[in-house]
């Protein structure tokens, strides 16, 4: 693996990290954002000047109107953007929208491209993703599926209860996963003011950086012509894992560049705030964690990289985007919380960025799949590599 990039890479780095910290970050401040994350009047701004710049939605094909980076190019360029809260948002990269977007190409029909992704990777709508559910329904372990889908006609007729679906606040439409009547899963698209969907409330969340926030959303009685399902029907846990293991990534990258911000806030002050008649990095007690930072932030890169590379050769890389996924979050969580130690008071007040990033980030161990869960899916599949090692070996 070679770690250099090309001069276009680092160009177009150049580029979005002077973009982030001369356009956006200056709006971290802006009134218009929420305890469910900015307005979609803050949103709309934002992607304008992506769009101005030439940066909006880059990860998305050149045929859609993106800029068809490999997922090396998106491990720079995403965690750049993620150095600041906003930065996602503004180049289109945010959850759900980013993983939507990666799934409706690689799943969705010329039409459904045409009616939703297109106008999806331009920047002028936003999407959801209806998988989780509350207890005793699907969350972890999607197998446990509750929201159902039955024929009737030349329709589906779906059932159920949603939450925690990330930005369904202001979305234009949903993909939808729901049980078949023969046991199997199937994903759905549907304009979000369809009759039959329902908004129930929006949750109060500890992260306030995605639009729309996290909301409760009920199906009662809505109906989907078959034309569309997307893709086939049952293989909505297939299609599942063509979003998930990419989607893990790019959150790595995003999250990464939040951890850089706060390790960046951090050092600044450690070298300007004086105590006890010196600096407070000439203290073992702080320059320690500030090491320790270093090594935790270049370790979750690497992770990123080489998964982001194995994907660009074209493997699956469940097993190794689950590795990376825990890896980086247990990671970045630790540097922001010794950033937040180094702050003293500032790091727990909005004196700084680092008590947002703060709230923002304990809950990237809990997205797309808990830390334990990736944990045990990767004990199984050690388990099985070493029985087939085994056969072959008698």
């Not at 002077?18 to 356009?23: G, H, L, T, V, Y």
């Not at 698209?189 to 369809?194: E, I, P, Q, T």
């Amino acid at each position: 693996m070679d770690f250099s990039y090309s001069d276009d890479t680092e160009s177009l780095r150049a580029h979005v990290r002077s973009f982030i910290r001369e356009q956006i970050i200056p709006y971290e401040r802006d009134a218009r954002q929420t305890p469910h994350g900015p307005t979609d009047a803050l949103r709309q701004e934002l992607v304008a000047k992506a769009r101005a710049a030439g940066l909006l939605t880059p990860h998305a094909s050149v045929d859609m109107g993106g800029m068809g980076l490999t997922h090396v190019q998106k491990a720079v360029v995403f965690e750049e953007a993620g150095y600041s809260c906003l930065g996602p948002t503004a180049l289109n990269i945010h959850a759900p929208d980013e993983g939507n977007i990666h799934l409706m190409e690689a799943v969705a029909s010329t039409a459904h491209k045409q009616r939703w992704l297109r106008p999806q990777v331009q920047g002028h709508i936003r999407s959801c993703f209806a998988m989780t559910e509350p207890a005793p329904g699907a969350g972890a372990d999607p197998s446990m599926l509750r929201t159902t889908a039955v024929k009737d006609g030349d329709d589906y007729v779906i059932h159920g209860t949603k939450w925690f679906i990330t930005g369904a606040e202001g979305a234009s439409y949903a993909i939808i996963m729901a049980r078949m009547e023969d046991g199997t899963a199937t994903m759905f698209l549907s304009d979000m003011d369809a009759p039959g969907i329902r908004i129930e409330r929006q949750m109060h969340a500890m992260d306030s950086c995605f639009a729309g926030g996290h909301c409760v959303v009920t199906f009662d009685g809505l109906r989907v012509p078959s034309a569309n399902v997307l893709g086939e029907v049952g293989k909505g846990f297939r299609y599942a894992q063509v979003r998930l293991a990419p989607a893990r990534l790019t959150h790595c990258m995003r999250w990464l560049g939040q951890a850089r911000r706060a390790h960046d806030c951090a050092v600044a002050y450690a070298m300007e705030r004086q105590a006890f008649g010196k600096p407070l990095l000439e203290h073992e007690g702080v320059g320690f964690k500030l090491a320790d930072n270093d090594m935790d932030l270049h370790t979750a890169q690497l992770h990123i990289l080489h998964t982001a590379w194995l994907l660009d050769r074209g493997d699956s890389c469940n097993f190794e985007s689950s590795r990376a996924k825990v890896i980086c979050s247990e990671a970045s969580w630790r540097v922001v919380d010794r950033c937040v130690q180094v702050l003293g008071g500032r790091g727990v007040t909005d004196e700084s960025v680092v008590m947002r990033i703060f709230q923002d980030m304990r809950a990237f161990q809990i997205y797309d799949g808990p830390s334990e869960v990736h944990r045990w899916s990767m004990a199984r599949k050690i388990g099985q590599a070493h029985t087939r090692a085994q056969q072959v070996s008698a």
